[in-house]
């Protein structure tokens, strides 16, 4: 996979523009390349780490993979400063009135580097220190570039500085409608799997509603939530004083909860389910009670399952949190929406990264909190 992505990092770098001087936020601009820029030789040094990966990926041995993960945080983390480099060839005064938009070459570029660092920390599988650390060189670098005014000629960040309070709020309100909507489905899912336990006829019951809204498309379930909440609402005013109405939060909560349950709950029984009868039988030997037995056995050797059930249910409700914008939810959706009336793709942009980002990042964090419970139960178990 990474020699792939490589190919494709530099055809993007050969063929495509990297970025789009543009005179304003609607004009597609004039499209400018590598080789444009620098010149074939120059270009090719340019390329040289990517070539370098590629050589690496050709026969992958351990070592060469964690130095290909070292080659890919260090390009990443140059990323900014290269582009901010690039822009200064064709924008002389970052305050003026051009704009540089980020173009075909280099999204792809940034993608495939990003998707190789998943794909060689996967394979590696390190502990949650080394991700930590990957994370932190590759966002810290972008953010000190941010505010060092590096990349204060993109067309993405002037749209950000227009809106820098509206962000900020449409950040928080994002965090929360996906904290709440996760914590509220892992409770409910809990509930659910030790009925599922405990009365084994529910099972298919249980999961077969949890498929059936699964399935409805989220506009739709969107939709179908308007009216029974706008009723409630005008039934019962201290409904509509705490905010529960046909459009707003409340129908968004609702939608992201249900399509939270189907993985939460799945995963969480499979996780109680599967842990090993004899040590549970070990357990309630040695005299533990059943509450003991449960909260000092079973939902530790389950915890990793669980990691992995929030992990999938949390960047998905992530995604979908995003869709909530049109009922009025805020969110970073909402920038989405207006940049796509307005034609505005740059603020379209400043939705769509930081909503792909914090998915990415959970998904990274959580993933290594559950490899790290793993290797904590096999670490018990050999000791």
Same mark, same amino acid.
């Given at each position: 996979?990474?020699l ?5 990092a530099?055809?993007a770098l050969?063929?495509?523009d ?9 004009v597609s ?5 590598l080789?444009?820029a620098l010149?074939?030789?120059p270009?090719?040094?340019v390329m ?15 070592g060469?993979?964690a ?8 390009m990443?983390?140059?990323m900014p400063?290269?582009?901010s480099?690039f822009?200064g ?6 305050g003026?009135?051009a704009?540089a938009?980020?173009?075909g ?19 590696l599988?390190?502990?949650a220190?080394v ?6 060189v590759?966002?810290?670098s972008?953010?000190?570039?941010f505010?060092r ?7 993405? &960040? =002037?749209?950000y ?5 509206a962000f900020?709020e449409?950040i928080?309100?994002?965090l929360?409608l ?6 509220a489905s892992?409770?409910?899912?809990l509930?659910l799997a030790?009925?599922?336990?405990r009365v084994?006829g529910?099972?298919?019951?249980v999961?077969? &509603? ?8 989220s506009l739709?379930l969107?939709g179908?939530?308007?009216?029974p ?5 005008s039934?019962f ?7 529960i109405q046909?459009i707003?939060?409340?129908?968004a909560?609702l939608a992201?909860v249900g ?6 709950t799945?995963?969480?029984f499979?996780?109680?389910d599967?842990?090993?009868?004899d040590?549970?039988?070990a ?6 009670a ?10 530790p050797?389950a915890?990793p399952?669980?990691i ?6 949390? &960047?998905?409700?992530?995604g ?5 914008a049109?009922i009025?939810a805020g969110?970073?959706g909402?920038?989405?929406? =207006?940049g796509?009336?307005?034609a505005?793709m740059n603020?379209?942009m400043?939705?769509?990264l930081?909503i &792909? ?5 959970? !998904?990274?964090?959580?993933?290594a909190?559950?490899?790290a419970?793993?290797?904590?139960d096999a !670490?018990d178990?050999?000791?």
């Open positions: 996979m990474v792939a992505l490589g190919g494709l530099v055809l050969w063929g495509l990297a970025v789009r001087i543009q005179p304003n936020r609607i601009g004039t499209g400018h390349g080789i444009e010149g074939t030789g270009a090719l040094l040289l780490p990517l070539a370098l990966v590629m050589a690496l990926a050709w026969r992958p041995t351990r060469r993979e130095l290909m993960l070292m080659l890919v945080t260090a990443l983390a140059a400063w290269a582009l480099l822009i060839q064709f924008i002389d005064d970052p003026g009135a704009r938009a980020v173009s070459a280099s999204w792809l570029v940034g993608f495939a580097l990003i998707l190789m660092l998943i794909d060689l920390r996967q394979r599988q390190p502990g220190l991700t930590l650390v990957l994370i932190a590759s966002l810290g972008l953010g000190v570039a505010g005014g590096a990349l204060d000629s993109l067309a993405l &960040v =002037q749209e500085e227009v809106r820098r309070a900020a449409a928080v309100n994002h929360i996906v904290g709440v909507a996760v914590g892992l409770v409910l899912a509930g030790l009925w599922m336990r084994a529910v099972r298919q019951g999961l077969g &509603v949890l498929s059936f809204i699964q399935t409805i498309p739709a969107f179908l939530l308007l009216a909440l706008a009723w409630l609402a039934r005013p201290l409904l509509s004083d705490l905010g046909g707003g939060w409340a129908p909560l992201l399509y939270s349950l189907l993985p939460m799945r995963n969480t499979i996780a109680l599967g842990v090993d009868p040590v549970i039988e357990a309630r030997g040695m005299g533990l059943p509450l003991q037995v449960f909260f000092q056995v079973r939902l050797l915890l399952l669980l992995e059930g929030i992990r999938i249910t949390t &960047v998905q409700a992530i979908l949190a995003a869709v909530a049109l009025g969110g970073l909402t920038f989405i929406f =207006q796509l009336g307005q505005a603020l379209v400043l939705g769509a930081p &792909v980002l914090m998915a990415m990042l959970v !998904d990274a964090l959580l993933k909190l559950a490899d419970a793993r290797r904590g !670490d178990r050999t000791g």
